[in-house]
């Protein structure tokens, strides 16, 4: 029943996602018009690492804090990755019947905000100390509901679960981390899906190069480069990310006011065979840490 709950939510998730991020659409529309397939190699998310008080006791706002709801769902963490520079970790997380079930994976990051100087980690803390609990996942996932309604249920936890942040905490916070601020604007929200090139199963479209050309021949912005090489086993490439209009607090009246923002991109990924052994290969099923930094930076403000 787990993996049909995960694609549950997977879908309400891609729903909401999809409606904001334009570019998503686009390639869906232009694969399925070719004749191939849509699916998905992982989504990613985002997160910070620092404890909040909550009448539940202490909460871990980092990967924690997801993760326990993907190994609630049967995943398990696959691999672990250091961004020293960028003041952030990730994990990532395959489901045991990620074949089966056509299961993604799940990569989800979080900033060390310890690491932070001092000034900025209080601003941080400040704005998340407003968090509120969100379903307990045990007992969502015991409930007697069948798969769409627990998924439901369980798709709340992918918000904001803080107040909005105050306009001049979120610019402060951006000279110093685009992530930090990222994550105060919206909380848990999707980083990311990712179109799963292997899987296109189209002649118009049989690899990265050719998906980033017809996706920018369409009006897409995309990516200079495309990360990686074949013999790492991956390379990735996505949109630019959308700008859309986000709510913060006015610096003097305390009213809700919009602000334009960077929310997501679409990413795209081929993976290939590497060695693990004399004459045995197998298909690259992790993440490389150079291409991983290099797409943090898509949600990048733009000057």
Request: no cysteine; net charge negative.
């Given at each position: 029943m787990k993996p049909e709950i995960a694609l549950h939510l997977y879908s309400l998730l891609w729903q909401e996602y999809s409606a904001r991020v334009n570019y998503a659409r686009t390639y869906q529309q232009m694969i399925t018009a070719a004749g191939g397939t849509v699916a998905n190699d992982h989504i990613a998310f985002r997160s910070l690492r620092l404890l909040v008080d909550s009448p539940q006791g202490q909460v871990?706002?980092?990967?924690?804090?997801?993760?326990?709801?993907?190994?609630?769902l049967g995943y398990v963490v696959a691999g672990e990755y250091t961004f020293a520079q960028t003041h952030l970790y990730a994990r990532h997380y395959c489901h045991p019947?990620?074949?089966?079930?056509?299961?993604p994976k799940l990569f989800?990051?979080?900033?060390?905000?310890?690491?932070?100087?001092a000034d900025i980690a209080q601003l941080i803390f400040k704005t998340v100390s407003s968090f509120s609990s969100q379903p307990d996942i045990t007992s969502v996932l015991q409930s007697e509901g069948n798969c769409e309604s627990i998924a439901?249920?369980?798709?709340?936890?992918?918000?904001?679960?803080?107040l909005p942040p105050q306009r001049s905490v979120v610019e402060e916070v951006n000279q110093v981390t685009q992530y930090g601020a990222w994550v105060l604007l919206h909380g848990y929200a999707v980083n990311h899906f990712t179109g799963y090139v292997n899987r296109?199963?189209?002649?118009?479209?049989p690899d990265i190069d050719s998906t980033a050309r017809g996706l920018a021949n369409l009006g897409v912005p995309m990516k200079a480069e495309i990360e990686g090489n074949i013999a790492c086993g991956l390379r990735q490439t996505a949109t630019q990310a959308v700008t859309?209009?986000?709510?913060?607090?006015?610096?003097?009246?305390?009213?809700?006011?919009?602000?334009?923002?960077?929310?997501?991109?679409?990413?795209?990924?081929?993976r290939y065979p590497v060695e693990i052994e004399s004459g045995k290969q197998v298909l690259f099923d992790a993440f490389l840490g150079s291409n991983a930094q290099q797409l943090f930076e898509m949600t990048r403000l733009s000057k």
């Open positions: 871990n706002l980092g990967i924690d804090y997801l993760g326990q709801l993907a190994e609630a019947q990620q074949e089966k079930f056509d299961l989800i990051s979080e900033l060390i905000v310890d690491e932070l100087p439901q249920q369980l798709q709340k936890i992918f918000t904001r679960p803080w296109q199963n189209t002649a118009a479209y859309e209009m986000v709510t913060v607090l006015d610096n003097i009246s305390g009213a809700e006011i919009q602000i334009p923002w960077t929310y997501a991109y679409y990413e795209i990924a081929q």
